[in-house]
């Protein structure tokens, strides 16, 4: 690596930065069009990177062509390429040319967006942009801020982070009322009577949330779709509370990660409100496709939530990271979470005309994330999302049909959107060396689940750049594969 020689060392100015930064955007897009040339899934061993790279950070600047010369030699061996046609894993992550522009401005403007005062269109373009959101899924007017009432929306990192953050504001809640009506239970008392649910399918964001909070969740087991229903929630409901336990927090998935299964929200938002339990609904991958009116129904029952999230970075063409997030009371999370040290006031907190984010977060600084969402939906407009949506549904149940055509193999879940769970008939042994045939070759990436006790195999439509052609390919490469291993004599 050369390096310069510390008499010649000058910071980057504004002329060398125009040429570099077209430089980079050159170097970007052809990352993004040459992406299905490269192999989805690298070739290296844990620990590739170190021996690759000095010890140490150079004492004196490196030349910036080395370090573009690096980014072939030592980064991209090393990438997984979420966004080549033939990555099939996981949930989609967004991406698109307006959102990188967007994040690049972001950058430029490098502002700590904590309060109003630290960046006013920081924090009034994010409200503005939550309702826009908002009313693209058509939720209920106490979500909007623009009603003037308690609710609203906020962006936050990540569906974990939202899920914890409503826990703490639950658990804060339910803390304060209970003493309210009996002064003499201490904090401690009531901790260790509370007691949150959710579906054996949900997350395990949501199990971690009840470790980070020192707070019992209890798995609902859900019905032959895999989806929680009201009658078993009840009855945890009644178990618990004749042991003496407070129930108080419930997260209903809608999406969930697995098989992209529905909780049953109209059968469980009425428990919630009649129990007086806070209603958390997680729809991290799925609520992207509430924009589509013929999916919107998907989302009935959201009337009986208090918060509601989720992830326009999945699925809607944003980059990580945005997390949607809307509450129908703001003050149970500025009662739980707000702090005001002399250095963080301003003359505008109290005028009922702002809101400081800070208090709606676990941390205290924040990014001007708004700017993805603001350029996204300009550039596309809602009938472009929608459009883009509609077409990786399509694909999904393009190869379901596939999938269905081949009396070896069967789908193992219900396809609503982009999600397809399959298998070859046959053992968990037989399937999981299906997978690891599949993933050791390279030519396209998946990842697993268990649904009860079957090994089972998925296939999510994520790329923004994936065809038909792309889909056609993975299954006959799958296929083949399972000819071979049926052919060695595995069952």
Known sequence: MGAIASDEAVTMNASEFRRRGREMVDYMADYIEGIEERQVYPDVSPGYLRPLIPPTAPQEPDKYEDIMSDIEKIIMPGVTHWHSPYFFAYFPTGSSYATMLADMLSGAIGCVGFSWAASPACTELETVMMDWLGKMLQLPEAFLAEKGGEGGGVIQGSASEATLLSLLAARAKVIRRLQAASPELTEAAILEKLVAYTSDQAHSSVERAGLIAGVKIKFIPSDDKFAMRASALQEALERDKAAGLIPFFVVATLGTTSCCSFDKLVEVGPICNKEDMWLHIDAAYAGSAFICPEFRPLLNGVEFADSFI?????????????????????????????????????????????????????????????????????????????????????????????????????????????????????????????????????????????LRDKFVLRLAICSRVVESSHVQLAWEHIRGLGTDLLAAGME
Request: a positive charge; proline letters at 3%.
């Open 310 to 450: 989720f992830n326009p970075h999945k699925w809607l063409l944003v980059n990580f990271d945005c997390c949607a997030m809307w509450v129908k009371n703001s003050t149970d999370l500025t009662g739980a979470f707000k702090m005001d040290p002399l250095y963080l006031k301003h003359r505008h907190q109290d005028s009922g005309l702002i809101t400081d984010y800070r208090h709606w977060q676990l941390p205290l600084g924040r990014r001007f994330r708004s700017l993805k969402l603001w350029f996204v939906c300009r550039m596309y407009g809602v009938t472009g999302l929608q459009a883009y949506i509609r077409k990786h549904i399509q694909l999904a149940h393009e190869f379901e049909s596939l999938v269905r055509q081949d009396a070896r193999f069967e789908v193992c879940a219900e396809v609503t959107l982009g999600l397809v769970c399959f298998r070859l008939k046959g053992s968990n042994k037989l399937n999981k060396a299906l997978l690891e045939r599949i993933n050791t070759a390279k030519k396209i990436h998946l990842v697993p689940c268990h």
